[in-house]
């Protein structure tokens, strides 16, 4: 018998220079033709005259501490006038002893949200729904007050970034069930309740949501009986609310095109009524599939909420304004002012655009 | 319905059970209701304007305006009426609308290919901007252009300069205009039958290639007509042409044209603004071509660029166009913002001076949403007959 042979592994051999290592990642990623390097150069030239002004603005030479302008003695930005302001920013003109309103009011929209997460489908559908839909009538009976034997505080008082959240969410609460009536009558086959849905949704996105808004505070008060006055607040709700709706039956019309015609016909199978089909087997599937274009709608809508300034409502870029054209501080402060306003939008709007990237990156289940 | 199969068929359905006579009864409550709200809403509306005096009907355009208007592409006097002062902030409705839609197109595919560049740099600058802009507020961007940006320009006197033609300070920007003597007529026909004959050449060129295989030069061609052609009239008539140049007379400059900072900063903020959203679906439409594709086409020996312009972007049309269709319509919608910043738009002018002046809120906003209404319808048709074009053609 022959002698096996033993079998020595030779040592695995390191990998060739030209493909890992950062000078391989630069001429890789920045220089690997002529033109690229010049493009590098270009913009890296470009970056490195500009950034280091702007950093140097935005932090190193910028002041930070004081409550006056007086106190704005370096060449840098002036983030004081921001702290200055920081409570009209987020409050408006709302009373200093009763913030803790508006606070409690943003708490229990977080804690309703969180809990959203957190509890099983039961408790879910029972108890959090029920509350969402409650949510924004305890909000403006704690924000008012004179409901609940508290100090009245007047909507003209109401403002900062505290009336952009409430707002958006009160109107996506009520525009959520009323934009899927909505895109369910567009799918009817009742053909007069069909037409009025299309007329509906189709007036209230080709219009400018400013246009509405004119319409809210001009036009509004003329619909409503002689001797009654409605709060300027409310008429713009009703507004958001109904722009809203237009916004979010379109998106469910896309979430129903996206379920299978099996769902429909399994549920008609089982003996489901209409009721029973469309809440208990395509809602949930509908709300599934368009999550991420509800939640782009309502990044939408929370943007346009700044819109807002031009009727007079004390959302936070109006107050911004007005804080600009104070006396006290006319030094020239908008960059400050706007760069925070950006500031607090942005990281508000690009979760939101994260969260419903994630979900979509869940829910795509295709070969890329 | 819970009706034993066999007896379906002859047991009559009850009434309420049957469909069609559900569908008679929801409607007619639905219209019965709808009329009681309108009803009420209209003889509100009624006894609301005879109570505060407000006149109906649209005898108010005939009425003299007698205010100013900063900008207009028309001639118009403060003695016109308020029917002009209408077409007067449409035209400029349609001006920054359409400078936006153009310049938003091209921000926004430049941004969009960006995104899939070789090099990491130019790849972080295209993701950066789609994800700062697309995320703050358009008002926050029309207020920060306008009051921090360029209201920090120089005053007239120590304007930015191009070449002495061309002048940037805190009124506006002043660009040369090129004014047209006898003859400049040729020039402008030259420049149309240019456009026409590119077109035909176009479709005899592809029809060739689809007959015989043979490419022909399209891209040397079309720009050679398009400046020959011009070019030729241009010098046979004499130079029809001279430069009206803007020059400094007193506190500001006359003659060339004026933008005016209102319109610059409005066109400005939307092209940024939708031109992220562009880049965004650009960018998903390039994403959403099946890598099987590029690869086919590399194998085909094909060139990169070729493969982007041939095999690439025609299928990412397919996912970009009915996006841009809605970006369109909701930039148009937004350039109503100029009424925060005064630009003499639609908006501006007529729900604005024109509404306060009158008081006829409610004829005023029905003609304003009117032509937003139909310039999106415009748009969209516009759009779908483009988008039928770069459908997917399934045999």
Redesign the interface.
Known sequence: MNKLQTFTPSPARPAPENTVGPAVWLK???F??PL?TV??LL??YILLTILPGVIDWLFLSANWTGDSQDACVNDGACWVFVSAWSQQFFYGSYPTDELWRVNLSIAMLVVIIAASYQFEKGVREKIIIPLFLLLPVISIAILDGSYLGLERVSTDLWGGFSLNVLLAAASIIVAFPLGFIWALGRRS?????RS?SIILIEFFR??????LF??GS??L??????GTSVDKLVRVWIVLILFMAGYMAEVFRGGFNAIPQGQYEAADSL?LSYWQKTVLIILPQVIKVSMPNILATF?MLF??T??L??IGIFEM?STT?TA?SNSRWLGGH??EG?IF??VV??TV??SM?MIATNIERKLNTDH? | MNVPQNQASTKKVAFFNNPANRAVIYQALLMVGLGYFFYTIISNTLANMEARGIKSGFDFLWGTAGFDILMSLIPYEPTDTYGRTFIVGMLNTVLVSSIGIVLSTVVGFVMGVAYFSHNWLIRKIATVYVETFRNIPLLLQVFFWYFAVLSALPSARQSLSLGEAIFLNVRGLYLPDAVGEPGSGVVYAAIAVAIAAIALLRRWAKRRQALTGKQFPLLYATLGLLLGLPLIAFLLMGMPFHWDYPALKGFNFQGGITIIPELMALALALTIYAGAFIAEAVRAGVQSVPHGQTEAARSLGMKEKQIMNLIVVPQAMRVITPVLNSEYQSLVKNSTLSTAIGYPDLFTVFVGTTLNQTGQAIEIVFMTMAVYFVFNMLISVAMNLFNKRVALVTK
């Open positions: 890789n990623n920045l690997s033709t690229d493009a590098t913009l890296g086959h009742m053909p007069f309740a009025i080709g219009v400018p949501v400013l246009a004119f319409m001009v036009m008060p003329l619909f409503f009986p002689e003996g990044v943007k346009n700044t819109f300034l031009i870029l304004q600009l908008a960059e706007y306003v950006a939008f942005w709007c690009f655009s890329q």
